[in-house]
């Protein structure tokens, strides 16, 4: 790069939140220049995410829809004793995808990969190996930062791709599967049928503690494909990964670590979604804001996302009450009262707007 070139808004990380953030200015701001700089070779965040119509505001879903490879009106939930068939819109969104999108939507001036990032300033971003990238204000996406003032739990989980042997006869995604029991803990599964015969097929656990667990995950699934009459499914490939689950704590200490007055995206930032799933509607949304803006620089834009992320947590406390339910409480008796309700109760939850009522009936039937 020319030394001494500003480049414009500047976005470190690739995951998803960087990646929405740089879709959309790419799509909705072309004339703010811009560079992304992604610290691996691949872009969008990890594997196919399952997203609700319901996490989602209208412009977001207007934003995410050319990212969905498939959508369904309605998905699965089993649980304990029965099977549900609930009648909600669906998407699966891929990271293949929004890399795609992205290398289309980017001139290549404005992205750079495979670049450690070892400091992320207000208005700037030091690289390994000394150089320096200057701009008018800079994001850090770049995931969870592992320093925290905040009380945590974790979502740990595998994530494998299979082709079957034969049609596996899936025709909705199983948004949850705590059917089977037999895990300390709450750990349950989710299945996207991607075609005829290939699915994503997930483990996920909920836990107090960071340790991920990796291979019970993996056994997990190998036993769950016997079960639901899949055994003999070839691996495709294969991820693991752990999020952060938000529970109490002081949360405008979180916002000064990493540095003062550097704006903050995802996770790092506190964008940390309901905590029981991918916070792709806080994503989305954090883009379409960033698109809206006047003023990039430094700042402003860390007093801008700061308002937001602290807006989030102030009217979230359901959600963290509910998530220290799966994560302390011994098993997964809050996912199931949630998706054990009609459907609209579920829509309303993700939409964020159940009301106090709901709320209380929500948590005591969750168990205390």
Known sequence: MPKGRNH???????????????????????????????ETDALGGRGTLLVLDDMLGEAEREFLA?????????????????????????????????DAALREALRPEQLRLDARIVAVRDDSLLLAGGESVSGVGALDARGWAHQTTLELGWRHGVSRIVRTATPHRLDLPVAVDTSLGGANGCALFTCLPLDADRLVVEHIRFAPGAEAEVEQGRAAIDSYLVVRGWSGAATESEESFS???????????????????????????????????PAVGDAAEAALALSRRRDFGGAALHDGFEEAAVGLWRRRDLYRAFARRLVEGGGCEALEALYGREAGTVARFFEERLGLLERRRLLSAAGS
């Not at 995802?266 to 940390?272: I, K, T």
């Open 8 to 38: 414009g808004l500047l976005i470190a990380g690739g995951g998803l939140a960087g990646s929405l953030a740089a879709l959309a200015m790419a799509r909705l701001r072309p004339d703010v220049p811009m560079l992304l700089v992604a």
């Open 243 to 277: 999020t952060p689950v938000p529970l109490g704590g002081d949360f405008a200490a979180y916002w000064r670590i990493g540095g003062a007055r550097v704006a903050k995206l995802g996770a790092r930032g506190g964008f940390f979604g309901l905590g029981i799933g």
């Open 66 to 98: 050319p990212l969905a490879t498939r959508s369904w009106d309605g998905f699965y939930a089993l649980l304990p004793g029965r099977a549900r068939k609930l009648k909600l819109r669906c998407h699966a969104i891929e990271a293949s995808a929004l």
